[in-house]
């Protein structure tokens, strides 16, 4: 059929590259943005070596083209590639990391080069990536520069830029060209007018279909949010400034299901404040409708984000304008700004000299500079308001441990998050996207309509074990405990119905009891009713010496083995800070060596091995 011979030449990046003339296909792995953005960028640097370049999604291609590459001259194929929680490939890149995995085509004459994109905290450090570029080499081509590994802890933007100068020298010696000296500072997308668009076609935060809000359809994921009501928003903390949150999300009627120890994701909008203020500090109508149509029409990727809209709704649901901008954009900022001072010191951050890093480092990580502070400290810098929202990343979601069980509730989600609000070094308070509008989201009891969030399910790896009888430990200070509810309901739920449950060890910790004792109540409830059978609690602030979770898993290395040794029950741990999951993976070892009378590398082995059978999981937020 005709459709089916679309897809096939939709699907084709080889003869995308040839009926347009490009040598350079440059395709991304990515979850939140990152990874294709800087694909976008290479893409687009290419021009400069007379190397047409396009972007690619590796879901929409047909990877086994790959082996058609060396009938294009001087072809090169770039992956950034991200590696995503435990280890695992993104979502979009899954299929061709099983296709490189289990085939054995024959790459003779694909030239490569691949940039990872990870945190160094995380165990499997780029793995994904590192495996990518050894697997491509063994498959027969040709490495043409070697593997970049971006770290996300310390500073991506720098790794990748270092990456990518070495990279076109490379490329520059290995085809024998010269850079052409050709700045393109091209635009990927133009300007369209949308005056007259009827206003039913508008965009008004939709994340994909028009009117999606509306017209709510079955099934919901990630591009099909569904508009779930709020039923609960309460506050956990006692006292103190600080707070978190306990709300309940309600998806009666929306057929959705969860299981205990998913994530939940939720899309926020950024506050109408920082929205005005661009309006204001650019001068800009926020109210007009506008498009962005990509200016490379093979492209698959037509708008960069639900066009056509207004102003507003794209600074308020599609652009991310809360986190620090890359240095790219200061490099796009350049030709806007009127006074040469400003003009210098986005020039100086937008350069990769040591001293540029340093600037870059200082005035807007260090600093924590977002684009409204760079507009309103660079104020001669007045960008187009078009282009601007063509450079800024995408708003992403923000996920959420969801802390209910759906046997107790299964028709609503519950989460546990805290109000992020910090004040930087200029003075300025920076509010957290998605908690300060959570914050705002209070469930009334007149008829009045109620506040409503988008949200979908992600599933996660983060399980109770498959019998009701094996033992489990749960390490969840803080919002660690989240996970950890649901877990309880869950038990306590099989409890109640007559069947037998395995002992249930949970250590929580909190700076006060007074204070941030979250779920007290319910979880005195569940020691004297017995589903929890120890509760170990570390009060950081309540004693002049601190004291955390991990001092009391170091006192109690017998009960510890006798749960995870002696009658092969599971780890669980949870938490916001990745060097509390990295101690406690090191008392356990030692827990391991010392009881178990191992070695330290067969106690390594050990609970490499309780990783594998997943009688040990982390589910950990940095
Ligand atoms: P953002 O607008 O995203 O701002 C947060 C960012 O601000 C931080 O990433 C950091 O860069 C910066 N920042 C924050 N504090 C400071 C500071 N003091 N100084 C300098 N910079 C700072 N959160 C929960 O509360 N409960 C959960 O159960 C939970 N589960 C999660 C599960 C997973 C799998 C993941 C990935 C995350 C989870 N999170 C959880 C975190 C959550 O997704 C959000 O990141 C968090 O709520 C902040 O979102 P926000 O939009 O309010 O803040």
Redesign the pocket.
């Known amino acids: 059929s005709l459709s089916s011979i679309e897809q096939t030449s939709n699907s084709s990046f080889i003869k995308k590259l040839k009926s347009t003339g490009r040598s350079l296909v440059v395709f991304y792995g990515s979850q939140t943005g990152t990874a294709e953005e800087f694909a976008g960028r290479i893409a687009k640097e290419g021009a400069r070596y007379k190397m047409k370049g396009m972007v690619a999604d590796p879901e929409e291609c047909d990877m086994a083209d790959l082996v058609e590459m060396k009938e294009i001259q001087k072809s090169l194929a770039i992956f950034c590639i991200a590696t995503y929680g435990e280890g695992d490939p993104t979502d979009n890149a899954m299929d061709f990391y099983e296709w490189l995995q289990n085939g054995d085509a024959d790459l003779e004459g694909l030239n490569y080069a691949v940039f990872g994109l990870g945190n160094k905290t995380y165990e499997h450090y780029n793995e994904i990536a590192i495996y990518i570029d050894q697997r491509l080499e063994e498959l027969g081509a040709t490495r043409v520069h070697e593997i970049g590994l971006g770290d996300d802890d310390a500073n991506i933007e720098d790794d990748f830029v270092s990456w990518k100068e070495k990279l076109w020298e490379s490329v520059c010696s290995h085809y024998g060209i010269e850079e052409t000296g050709e700045e393109s500072n091209i635009r990927q997308y133009k300007l369209v007018d949308c005056s007259e668009v009827l206003p039913e076609r508008i965009f008004s935060g939709e994340i994909s279909r028009l009117k999606s809000y509306e017209n709510q359809r079955f099934p919901f994921d990630v591009k099909n949010p569904y508009l779930s009501k709020i039923a609960v928003n309460r506050e956990l903390h006692k006292s103190g400034d600080r707070s978190c949150m306990h709300i309940e999300f309600d998806i009666d009627g929306s057929k959705m299901r969860y299981d205990t120890g998913d994530?939940v994701a939720v899309y926020?909008k950024n506050s109408s404040e920082l929205v005005d203020k661009i309006g204001e500090l650019l001068n800009a109508d926020l109210d007009a409708v506008f498009s962005l149509l990509n200016t490379d029409e093979e492209s698959s990727k037509k708008h960069p984000f639900p066009c056509p809209c207004t102003y507003r709704t794209a600074l308020t649901y599609y652009s991310d304008i809360?986190s620090n901008p890359r240095t790219h954009i200061m490099k796009e900022l350049i030709e806007y700004a009127s006074d040469p001072k400003d003009q210098e010191k986005l020039k100086l951050m937008a350069s990769s000299t040591p001293e540029g890093k340093k600037e870059f480092h200082e005035w807007i990580l260090r600093d924590?500079r977002n684009i409204v502070h760079i507009l309103e400290d660079l104020p001669s810098v007045k960008p187009d308001l078009d282009h601007l929202c063509e450079l800024l990343p995408r708003l992403q979601c923000?996920?959420?441990?969801i802390?209910s069980s759906p046997k107790v509730y299964p028709k609503s989600i519950h989460?546990?998050?805290?109000l992020?609000n910090?004040t930087t070094s200029t003075n300025r308070v920076?509010k957290?996207?998605?908690?300060?509008l959570l914050a705002q989201l209070i469930p009334t009891n007149d008829e009045l309509p109620q506040p409503t969030i988008p949200i979908y399910i992600r599933r996660s790896q983060f399980r109770l074990p498959p019998k009701s009888q094996t033992p489990i430990i749960m390490i969840g200070p803080g919002?660690g405990l989240?996970p950890f509810r649901g877990f309880i309901q869950e038990r306590d739920y099989a409890r109640k119905e007559g069947r037998e449950i395995g002992e249930m060890v949970l250590y929580f910790g909190c700076r006060k009891k007074d204070e941030d004792f979250i779920y007290e109540n319910e979880l005195q409830e569940y020691v004297a009713n017995g589903t929890l059978t120890k509760l170990h609690l570390a009060f950081s602030r309540d004693q002049p010496e601190k004291k955390y979770v991990t001092h009391l898993l170091e006192q109690n290395a017998d009960e510890l083995w006798n749960i995870i040794g002696e009658k092969s029950g599971h780890l669980y741990v949870c938490g916001?800070t990745r060097s509390m999951a990295k101690d406690v993976h090191s008392i356990i070892v030692k827990v391991v060596m010392e009881k178990g009378q191992m070695t330290n590398s067969q106690a390594l082995n050990y609970v490499k091995k309780m990783e594998q059978q997943k009688r040990y999981s982390a589910?950990v937020?940095s």
Do not use: L, Q
């Open positions: 994530h926020p809360t924590n923000r996920y959420y441990s802390s989460i546990t998050a805290v992020v910090y920076n957290g996207v998605a908690t300060n919002t989240a916001d589910d937020w």
